[in-house]
């Protein structure tokens, strides 16, 4: 095994390939490192999904992206305060920022977070004609602690679609994830790891692939004959 970089010690970098953007993108294409957005579901202080959420973020870079997490905590429930709340708007900045994103969830009670699906529900669908989510890259992972499953991923996947992102094919699920990290908080060399490397590679082709013609890939007719003005009225109705 090649020596791996300090950050990456359970890789073998004989086999880990660096992106070939002349592969990916056109010699127009955007060549700034794409930005990715990565948001973890529990407020533990022991968090195994936020535990994947940096070894998805070391890896991300290693592959040539620019990484930030958005912390939950103090984030209000969906309507339960303004969007001008600071934690909101901290969130839906780093949405706007991003050209792609990573949403790891653990399983709870067969399904994805509370706090993960609150942190999917401040992101809202347009602001204005503006769509801070579509045409964008998302990998979907999950951590449980029992055996494998992939109630969250799928439902993550759902609303990656809802939210007009690109959802990569592959994806990663690590049961009993107590049992996947070390006394330092890293995780041990597995098939799950390597599954992990696998989605950030992915996710970091596809995003070079999809971004610089995500607004051609997302025209569509029956926007193209609404006004901004209009889509603007229809999608911010208020509540009764």
Do not use: C
């Not at 020596?3 to 294409?29: M, S």
């Not at 964008?136 to 055996?147: I, P, Q």
């Amino acid at each position: 095994m090649t020596t791996p970089p300090a950050d990456l010690p359970n890789v073998d970098v004989a086999h880990l390939r660096l992106v070939d953007l002349a592969a990916l993108a056109g010699p127009d294409g955007p060549r700034h490192a794409p930005r990715i957005l990565i948001l973890y579901g529990s407020l533990r202080s022991r968090s195994f999904s936020r535990l994947v959420s940096e070894e998805a973020s070391r890896l991300l870079r290693w592959f040539g992206a620019e990484t930030r997490t958005f912390n939950p905590a103090g984030l209000p429930l969906p309507d339960g305060a303004d969007p001008d709340h600071p934690k909101v708007q901290e969130l839906r900045d780093l949405a706007a920022w991003s050209e792609g994103m990573v949403w790891v969830s653990p399983e709870r009670h067969g399904a994805m977070t509370g706090i993960m699906k609150a942190q999917i529900d401040w992101l809202p669908l347009s602001l204005g004609a503006i769509r801070p989510t579509q045409g964008k890259t998302l990998a979907v992972m999950e951590v449980s602690g029992g055996s494998q499953s992939f109630n969250a991923v799928n439902q993550m996947r759902i609303l990656g679609r809802w939210m007009r992102m690109v959802t990569i094919p592959n994806q990663s699920s690590v049961p009993r994830a107590f049992t996947e990290f070390d006394e330092n908080d890293r995780m041990k060399p597995s098939p799950y790891y390597n599954r992990i490397v696998d989605v950030m590679e992915e996710l970091v082709k596809f995003t070079h692939l999809v971004r610089g013609r995500s607004a051609y890939l997302t025209d569509r007719y029956s926007e193209r004959i609404e006004s901004a003005e209009q889509l603007s009225k229809r999608v911010n109705q208020r509540s009764t």
